[in-house]
């Protein structure tokens, strides 16, 4: 007579079952999550609308930020240090100075103005060109025009510059204008400030945005997740579809950002152009770039997947199986 066991038999499942099972499911979510959102395109489309706008803007200053700092360094008006020498400064005393500028690192370029030179320039700007030629020796003495390296146009770095200059023996007075490279550069830095202080309220914003989002896609999918968890589904279980579709939200935010950044540029290229040219200045605006358009894009996925997971983290504890 056969014999037959009774009662639950115990199993268990190996790690490798497991990990499959849990990357199968990322897998299915990915896309089924995309799946959703594609059978709503409207709403998708709004929420992904905000999302880029709140990139865009941003992405948009830091560019014409960038775009300002650029013109700045070719503007033929860079910081300038005038080097009034000694009247009685021998030419081949001057030579040996010019080379020695030229030497450092710190300085770009060293023009030099002969006395003569000088005069016939202020002689001609002046006005006072018959008044100037009753004198009987030249008052105006030779002078270097040094323009500066990028590396050394900060306030500081060019102060320590013309202390270097003054000390050399047939040097009378160094004249630098440091005012306006402040002003630059405090500018530069309260544009920056300005930046990020918008890109921060607007980022909270696409927070806002996405979280009502998922919070209604709960709220609609309420039974789903009572049922899903009476047979044992986790948080975790429950909360991915959910991320991802945030996920979506902020990437789909991030490539409609890339286009309307890259639409401004295109519509304001020729004509920054043309104004350049008519300063025979070969300026070129600094377009967005592959790097700029995978930061929106890094930017916008992070910025929905947060949402999202506020979203879920507060509202998802509160539908409980009873």
């Known amino acids: 007579m056969a014999k037959f066991d009774t009662g639950a038999v115990q199993s268990k499942t190996s790690f490798g079952d497991k990990s499959r099972s849990y990357w199968a499911h990322h897998r299915s979510t990915f896309f089924g999550s995309l799946v959703r959102l594609m059978a709503t395109p409207g709403q998708t489309l709004m929420t992904s609308l905000v999302v880029a706008i709140a990139l865009a803007l941003p992405m948009t200053l830091l560019l014409a930020l960038g775009n300002i700092q650029q013109l700045g360094d070719n503007w033929d008006a860079s910081p300038k240090i005038s080097v009034y020498l000694n009247l009685r400064a021998r030419d081949t005393a001057i030579q040996l100075l010019v080379e020695k500028l030229k030497l450092m690192p710190e300085i770009n370029a060293v023009e030099y103005l002969s006395a003569d030179a000088v005069l016939a320039d202020f002689q001609r700007l002046s006005g006072f060109g018959e008044a100037l030629e009753a004198l ?22 060019l102060k320590l510059l013309g202390e270097r200059i003054t000390a050399e023996a047939i040097v009378d007075e160094v004249s630098m204008d440091m005012e306006w490279i402040r002003r630059l550069r405090e500018l530069m830095v309260l544009g920056k400030k300005i930046v990020a202080a918008l890109a921060g309220l607007l980022g909270l914003g696409v ?15 309420r039974e789903e ?36 950044v890259a639409l401004g540029f295109w519509i304001i290229d020729d004509t ?30 992070l910025l929905g997947w947060l949402g999202a997971w506020l979203a879920v983290g507060r509202h998802l504890a509160q539908i409980e199986p009873r």
Do not use: H, M
């Open 207 to 221: 927070l806002l945005a996405v979280g009502n989002t998922i919070r209604l896609a709960i709220e609609n999918r």
């Open 136 to 157: 009987e020796d030249n008052p105006l003495p030779a002078t270097l025009i040094i323009t500066p390296a990028v590396v050394a146009v900060e306030p500081a770095q």
């Open 272 to 301: 920054a152009g043309r104004l350049a040219s008519l300063y025979q200045s070969d300026f070129q605006l600094q377009a967005l770039g592959a790097k700029g358009g995978l930061q929106l894009l890094a930017a916008g996925t």
């Open 225 to 260: 997740i009572i049922v899903s968890k009476l047979v044992g589904g986790t948080n975790g279980f429950v909360r991915r579809p959910f991320l991802y579709s945030g996920g979506w939200y902020g990437f789909f935010g991030g490539v409609l950002a890339s286009l309307i």
